[in-house]
């Protein structure tokens, strides 16, 4: 938790109201956005993405397993999340323990939608190898390097770059097995799908402090919010999960502009994301 005086709270939320933000951004406007891909050869995909000073690494592991009952037509998807002890003072000991959890429910929230998997932002369907009996299983792991705020935006930026890195081995199924043994497969150490990435929403979090809300707070920022609301779009802009935090309720008309906000930054999200994906890739063949 950040402490500032009487003073630096006003100065904060002043400029907030007069939309001219400490580092002289606006309300709705990020810092610059750094992605690298390919960081960790031994996982399935990578990624680390910085904004401003806040570092996240996210790894993507993909296995076969075997799809629920439930859903016997989607792959299965876990997302967890660990803080470094160095990345921020209060993060010692047990202290990231709580944040970990909370930041590991609220992706999940943003990105796999329902029980059901209405509305997920991640395809599970095509992760499906054989409806029923063998399935993906993608195993989403992220560490917190740095925190300088704004940690949910920045886990959201990595994990869709690391999917845009990750290979998904091609699977040949052996012939001749009866539909109610489990078939035999091969997993090729030589040829990979590379995962469809065109409906992973990025993750815009409008932190309200005052009377207006920002993107992209820092923690002096956050130290001031009475809310905070994350909405995960899509590139088509569809919203694919909403999770909140903060004790103080918000107007149902707030929110609808809060949607609308985070509709029009989410376009160039994407594109920003989209292009720093690309150029990473590039260095990585190059």
């Known amino acids: 938790m950040v402490g500032l005086s009487l003073g ?6 002043g400029g907030i109201a007069q939309d001219l933000r400490c580092d002289g951004r ?16 031994q996982a399935n995909g990578s990624a680390r993405v910085r904004i401003g000073a806040t570092e996240v ?11 629920s009952l439930m859903q016997p037509d989607k792959g299965n998807v876990s997302i967890y999340i660990d803080c470094s002890s160095t990345a921020e003072p209060a993060f010692e000991g047990r202290g990231a323990d709580w944040l970990s959890a909370d930041l590991s429910n609220a992706l999940q929230r943003c990105l796999l939608g329902a029980k059901s998997g209405a509305g997920a932002g991640i395809d599970r369907s095509s992760l ?3 409806e029923g009996k063998i ?3 993608l195993y989403i792991d992220g560490l917190v390097i740095s925190s300088d705020g704004n940690l949910l935006d920045a886990l959201g930026a990595a994990i869709k770059a690391a999917l845009s890195n990750t290979g998904i081995p091609k699977v040949q199924i052996a012939a001749g097995a009866s539909s109610d043994e489990q078939p035999e497969v091969d997993v090729s150490d030589e040829e990979f799908m590379q995962f469809d990435t065109s409906g992973v929403p990025v993750i815009i979090t409008l932190t309200k402090i005052g009377k207006h809300y920002i993107v992209d707070a820092t923690p002096e920022e956050e130290s001031q919010m009475s809310s905070a609301v994350s909405i995960s779009i899509n590139r088509q802009g569809h919203v694919c999960g909403v999770t909140k935090r903060g004790g103080v309720g918000i107007d149902p008309t707030v929110i609808l502009q809060m949607v609308s906000a985070a509709k029009h930054v989410s376009e160039q999200l994407i594109n920003k994301l ?3 994906i690309a150029s990473a890739e590039a260095e990585d063949e190059s």
């Not at 630096?8 to 939320?13: D, G, P, V, Y």
């Not at 309300?27 to 050869?41: F, S």
């Open 274 to 276: 989209d292009s720093e």
């Open 8 to 13: 630096e709270q006003c100065f904060i939320e």
């Open 57 to 67: 690494i996210v790894s993507v592991k993909a296995e076969l397993g075997k799809p």
């Open 26 to 41: 606006r309300r709705l406007t990020y810092r610059p956005i750094h992605v690298e891909t390919g960081v960790i050869p």
């Open 135 to 137: 399935c993906w299983d």
């Open 128 to 130: 499906v190898v054989i």
